[in-house]
């Protein structure tokens, strides 16, 4: 295509978008829609990835030492466990820690302290607090410490204990991630034939245009490319309106969820990743209205 | 030089429309194709500037062969043919100059050249004062002027006029025959698709008469036979 023919191709892209006005606010507000969507699966994504870790922290299985276990098979055991790549963390506990600490927790508790002198001794075990990526990998890592050559120093590991608790967790994520990128799925699915239809339709308004410009010679990318401009600017315009409606829902959102889950901030999650997060939403809108003009317009082209 | 060479065009459900029709159109020559509808004419027509394809035959404008073209070389052919619809086919959403300049701009002319071409034809067409009008704001006949001045403008080889007076009145038909006849008159071959006998009889040019597919006359200084 010559450079002539190329600025003439934007400026009437251009123009038909203000020309048919109605049309054009018809498609970005259809498409505006399609980005909010895509935008709210993306948050909603952020969320979901902060409520599960938020779950996970508080998720672990504790290996407690018989009283005679000395320390240094204590930190071997530890080195052991950290070995296996699906061991997240595993934190140390001292016998004299986990004692000063209960010790600490209930100051204020008469009946508590006054036994704590009776008994004079410290009667806490020693512990590994062991923290997996994954929660479905608890039963493994459990089993793994329980048959180790360290088992003869190990009291007890209470996996048995978390067991119903870890594992109802673990499905619960489970479906989530699921049913989380089947609806995923599904609702982009609706979002692109929404859209292509949008498009489709606006496309079907020039059908007689399409027509006349083959009859009088004009090649498919002549004839293409003013719909493929259009495409670009519905992108672009229904990008930035969602990212203000984004924005809107986010701001409103936030400060009733930041009330019943405090480690989740929208807000700053939307400003810390607004760049990327804009291009996101262009570069879907952009894809979508040239994609579907690309594929709407040829059936016309075909005279 | 236009040659259709034993063409037959059969439609999807056993639709005969035209039936070994062979025929020669030369440079700067004015013809009429009468007939019925139905009888083949804008069958024939489609033929050349390809929007149909024949079921067997051949169809050559000079040393092309239409029948033979890619998908991609029928923007080529279809800028050496001038076609004029009954209608008219005008971008209701472009001015009367933006629907002329529009079949030179797909060309990739360059804009000074357009608009000086766009002022010349709207002239030859008696359309200077519309320019700047919608097709909506003009009579008929009007629009019929700006539908030749489009076809007009790139000045191709030949002019196709399929049933151009068909939505007009007796003064305007007139005037857009006048017209044809003018653009003959400059060297352009003219084919003049049409059933209207006063026209046809008044012009007493070469009249080829089509029925149910064949060619059933086809005489110079005819008159209107079916």
Not at chain 1, 33 to 44: E, K, N, Q, R, Y
């Amino acid at each position: 295509m010559r450079i002539t023919n190329f600025f003439r191709v934007i400026r009437r892209g251009i123009s038909s978008f203000q020309r048919n006005g109605w049309l054009s606010i018809a498609a970005i507000s259809i498409m505006t829609i399609a980005l909010v969507v895509a935008g709210s699966l993306f948050v909603v994504n952020d969320l979901a990835k902060t409520v599960t870790q938020e779950f996970q922290d508080k998720i672990d299985i504790s290996t407690y030492f018989k009283e005679d276990a000395p320390e240094t098979q204590v930190l071997e055991t530890r080195k052991f466990i950290l070995e296996n790549p699906k061991v997240k963390s595993v934190e140390y506990i001292s016998k004299q820690e986990a004692w000063e600490t209960f010790k600490e927790r209930h100051q204020d508790n008469e009946v508590i302290t006054s036994s704590i002198e009776e008994v004079g001794n410290n009667p806490l075990y020693a512990t590994l607090n062991i923290k997996a990526f994954n929660p479905t990998d608890y039963p493994d890592i459990a089993a793994m410490v329980g048959k180790s050559n360290f088992s003869e120093y190990i009291q007890k590991v209470n996996y048995e204990q978390n067991k119903t608790a870890i594992e109802r967790f673990s499905s619960i994520v489970s479906a989530i991630t699921k049913s989380g990128l089947f609806t995923a799925i599904f609702l982009s699915i609706i979002v692109v034939l929404v859209t292509f239809n949008t498009i489709r339709l606006t496309i079907y308004t020039h059908k007689q245009e399409i027509e006349i410009m083959k009859l009088v010679g004009g090649s498919n990318w002549f004839i293409r490319g003013p719909f493929i401009v259009e495409g670009i600017l519905f992108g672009v315009f229904s990008a930035v309106i969602s990212m203000f409606l984004l924005y809107l829902g986010i701001f409103i959102v936030s400060t009733r969820l930041t009330s019943f889950l405090p480690s989740s901030d929208l807000i700053n999650f939307y400003i810390s990743n607004f760049w990327p997060f804009l291009f996101m939403e262009i570069g879907i809108g952009v894809a979508l209205g040239v994609i579907s003009s690309f594929i709407a317009i040829r059936k016309y082209l075909n005279v | 030089m236009i040659k259709f060479e034993n063409i037959t065009k059969v439609y999807p459900k056993k639709v005969v429309s035209l039936e070994h029709v062979s025929l020669t159109i030369l440079d700067g020559e004015f013809v009429c194709l009468v007939g019925q509808s139905g009888a083949g004419k804008s069958t024939l027509l489609k033929l050349l500037t390809a929007e149909e394809k024949p079921t067997e035959g051949r169809v050559f404008l000079g040393d092309t062969e239409v029948t033979d073209l890619s998908h991609g070389e029928l923007p080529y052919l279809r800028r050496r043919i001038g076609v004029v619809f009954q209608d008219y086919k005008l971008l209701s959403k472009k001015t009367v100059a933006e629907n002329v300049a529009f079949a030179l701009e797909i060309s990739g002319e360059k804009g000074n050249i357009i608009k000086e071409k766009v002022s010349q034809v709207l002239k030859l067409v008696g359309l200077s004062s519309k320019a700047n009008n919608f097709p909506q704001e003009i009579s008929g006949g009007e629009k019929q002027r700006v539908v030749i001045a489009r076809a007009l403008i790139h000045e191709p080889e030949i002019i196709i006029a399929d049933e151009p007076t068909g939505n007009l009145d007796r003064i305007n038909a007139q005037e857009i025959i006048q017209l044809l006849l003018k653009i003959n008159d400059l060297g352009n071959t003219i084919i003049l698709a049409t059933h209207d006998k006063e026209i046809v009889d008044h012009i007493e040019k070469r009249v080829i008469s089509l029925k149910q597919g064949k060619i059933a006359s086809d005489k110079i200084g005819g008159k209107y036979v079916i």
